[in-house]
C-alpha cells in the first residue's frame, strides 16, 4: 500500500510537469518543434539585479525585494547553447510573491509548473512590453487502464523523450497564477495591429512558426521601447 501510494505521487508530479500550457484549451500552439530547431535572435539589455514582485516593476526596471539569490543559466538543451531557464537558488527563506528576478545580465520570469513545481524561471528573450520565453515542455505520457507500476514505466520511458518547446508571451500585467499566455497566431497578429506595416509583412510569411512569430514579437517590442 505505501509503495502504491509512492507511485502515484510520483504519477502525479511527472504529469504535472506537462499540465501548465494543457490548462487552457483556447490556447493551442501551432507547430510542436523540439529545442533543437529554436534559436537565439536577441542579445537582451542588462537591468539592475534584483527581485521583481511585480510586472511594473520589471517595466521600471526598479526591483524591490531585498534577497540574495544566484541563478545558473540553462542550456535548452545538450546541443543547443540558448538560455531557456534559469535555475535560481535564493540564500535563506524564498520570498514570496515573485513575478520575476534579474542577475544583472538577464529576467528570468517565474512560472509556476504543476501542483509540486513552483519554482520553475524562464529567461526573456526579448526587451520590451511583452517579451517572450521559450517554455520547455517533458512529453510525458500517462497510459490509462494500467497497474501503477506500468504507468510509472510509461511515464518514465516517455520522459526520456526529446521535449517539446512552446513559444509564450509575458502579460501585460502581474499575475502570479499565470504569468505568460501562449503566443498564438491569433495574439501575436493582435499586437501587431498598432503597427500596420509590420502586420502586413507578419501575413506576407510563408510560415507563422515559432521563429516567425518570435521575430515579429522582436520587432513590435523595438518600436514600443522607441515610441
Known amino acids: 500500500m505505501y509503495l502504491k501510494s509512492i507511485l502515484a505521487f510520483l504519477l502525479a508530479a511527472l504529469f504535472s510537469l506537462s499540465s501548465y500550457s494543457q490548462s487552457d484549451t483556447t490556447d493551442t500552439d501551432e507547430d510542436t518543434d523540439t529545442t533543437a530547431q529554436v534559436i537565439q535572435l536577441n542579445t537582451t539589455t542588462p537591468r539592475k539585479a534584483g527581485v521583481y ?5 520589471y517595466l521600471n526596471d526598479s526591483p524591490s525585494v531585498d534577497a540574495e539569490f544566484t541563478v545558473k543559466p540553462l542550456q535548452i538543451s545538450r546541443n543547443n547553447p540558448l538560455i531557456a531557464e534559469g535555475d535560481v537558488d ?3 527563506t524564498r520570498p514570496k510573491k515573485i513575478w520575476g528576478v534579474s542577475d544583472g545580465k538577464n529576467v528570468y520570469i517565474r512560472v509556476s509548473v504543476g501542483q509540486f513545481f513552483k519554482n520553475h524561471y524562464f529567461r526573456l528573450q526579448c526587451d520590451g512590453p511583452v517579451p517572450y520565453i521559450f517554455y520547455i515542455e517533458k512529453p510525458v505520457f ?3 487502464g494500467l497497474g501503477l507500476a506500468a504507468m510509472a514505466a510509461v511515464a518514465t520511458t516517455s520522459a526520456t523523450l526529446p521535449p517539446f518547446v512552446s513559444l509564450m508571451v509575458v502579460r501585460e500585467k502581474t499575475n502570479y497564477l499565470k504569468p505568460v499566455l501562449m503566443a498564438t497566431n491569433k495574439r501575436v497578429r493582435n499586437f501587431l495591429k498598432a503597427y500596420p506595416d509590420l502586420l502586413e509583412a507578419y501575413d506576407s510569411e510563408v510560415k507563422h512558426n515559432k521563429a516567425t512569430r518570435a521575430k515579429y514579437l522582436t520587432a513590435y517590442n523595438k518600436r514600443v521601447i522607441q515610441k
Open 142 to 144: 500517462i497510459a490509462p
Open 90 to 92: 535564493y540564500k535563506g
Open 53 to 57: 514582485k511585480t510586472y511594473e516593476e
